[in-house]
């Protein structure tokens, strides 16, 4: 399949703009303007499928990390995976992403994530579930939290850089967060042309303790709050977070935010009245098996050995028996073993995520294991639930 086409990693101009028109017409023009958006990531970023010289699709890569077990593992999102119509269903998606994970791999990439607009195409690759996102909404009217113990202070020149050490220490925290591409971060911060972005910092500007940045946006079921990216380190920030918000009653019905789908901003409203808007879940890649393991952080005051037997159909260097062992929250991987716990690449990311338990994967038929070494796997892949806020 892979030989009828061509791979680049090279985009000349004419690809780009025949790329642009592609994207065109896979998101409706959802991204806010091709052209800019692939000046954002950069034409460097994007690879090219073509046939008989032809551009038959592209997509974009976003080299960045993300966090596991507190440790960050290098990462890289798979972007706007975009087919021409008449080049769909002649197996161009499946060797575009065959070709792009080869590559990963021999670059020394860990692990790879995207959100999909199918799982059966990533699946074929290698991808499985690996974490969620959600969007939450309340009614300003039912927040009912009062008391803001820290003050709010309006940033006037929004620069990522003021929230990034606030960013990355909650990210260190957090199973599944982003260390971010810098396009991301701009999406966050810069407004497109129907938008303003609000900004403060929570706490004094020489101590803060969170930040919020949010748009605001008028639509026929009333004036809604959308809070596009937040941090809160200290629970005085989290209170004053809810305060804040609740203070917009007279002017926004409803506010909206990103959290995990076991969401403990929740615990400091008086009911259960927030409620998940939208979910889906994010795919992760085990790219590099032994680099993914070793990298992971794991939770502290665990011993443990396991055995596994893994299969990669096409990543064969990931094919075979090792042994993990984990000690002092770091693992270490050598070749060999009993291989007592048999799964295939999805599966190890399903795993590795922590999104599902041994159990619960052995009983849909995810994996085979001893009792030993379902036992070892629940200790050392146990985590909160996974999850990120951001969208690419």
């Known amino acids: 399949m892979m030989a009828q086409f061509e791979y680049s990693t090279l985009a000349h101009p004419q690809d780009i703009q025949q790329l642009e028109h592609i994207l065109e017409q896979c998101f409706i023009s959802a991204l806010g303007g091709e052209e800019a958006y ?226 403990s901003l929740t615990l400091l409203l008086p009911e259960q009245t927030a409620k998940i808007k939208t979910t889906s879940r994010w795919l992760l890649r085990i790219i590099d098996a032994v680099k993914a393991l070793e990298l992971r952080g794991y939770p502290p005051g665990i011993q443990a050995e396991l055995h596994l037997e893994i299969q990669d159909n096409l990543l064969t260097g990931n094919n075979g028996k090792f042994i993990l062992s984990v000690a002092n929250g770091r693992g270490e991987v050598i070749k060999g073993g009993k291989g007592e716990l048999q799964l295939d690449i999805r599966e190890l990311a399903a795993l590795y995520s922590s999104l599902f338990t041994p159990y619960h994967l052995q009983i849909a038929g995810k994996l085979n294991g001893t009792e030993t070494a379902i036992l070892a796997a629940t200790q050392i892949f146990a985590g909160a639930s996974p999850w990120m806020a951001d969208f690419f």
């Not at 300003?140 to 220490?169: C, D, G, K, M, W």
């Open 38 to 263: 692939i000046n954002m990531i950069g034409v460097e970023n994007f690879r090219i499928i073509r046939r008989l010289e032809q551009v038959a699709g592209g997509l974009a890569t976003l080299d960045m990390g993300q966090w596991w077990g507190g440790q960050r593992v290098p990462m890289t999102g798979i972007a706007v995976v975009g087919i021409a119509p008449e080049y769909r269903g002649s197996g161009a998606a499946i060797a575009l992403m065959q070709h792009t994970l080869k590559e990963l791999y021999d670059r020394g990439i860990a692990i790879s994530a995207l959100y999909p607009a199918v799982q059966s195409l990533y699946r074929k690759v290698g991808y499985e579930q690996g974490g969620s996102w959600c969007i939450w909404e309340i009614a300003t009217q039912n927040i009912q939290v009062r008391e803001q113990p820290l003050p709010l202070e309006l940033v006037a020149s929004i620069n990522h850089e003021v929230f990034h050490e606030l960013y990355q220490q909650q990210a260190r925290q957090t199973h599944g967060y982003l260390d971010r591409h810098p396009a991301i971060w701009e999406r966050i911060i810069q407004p497109n042309d129907k938008e303003i972005v609000y900004t403060y910092l929570i706490g004094t500007k020489d101590q803060p303790q969170g930040y919020i940045i949010f748009t605001q946006e008028r639509t026929d079921n009333g004036e809604i709050l959308f809070v596009k990216d937040w941090v809160l380190s200290t629970v005085d920030a989290a209170q004053s977070f809810w305060s804040f918000l609740a203070s917009h009653r007279s002017q926004i019905q409803q506010v909206r935010w990103k959290s995990s789908a076991i969401d």
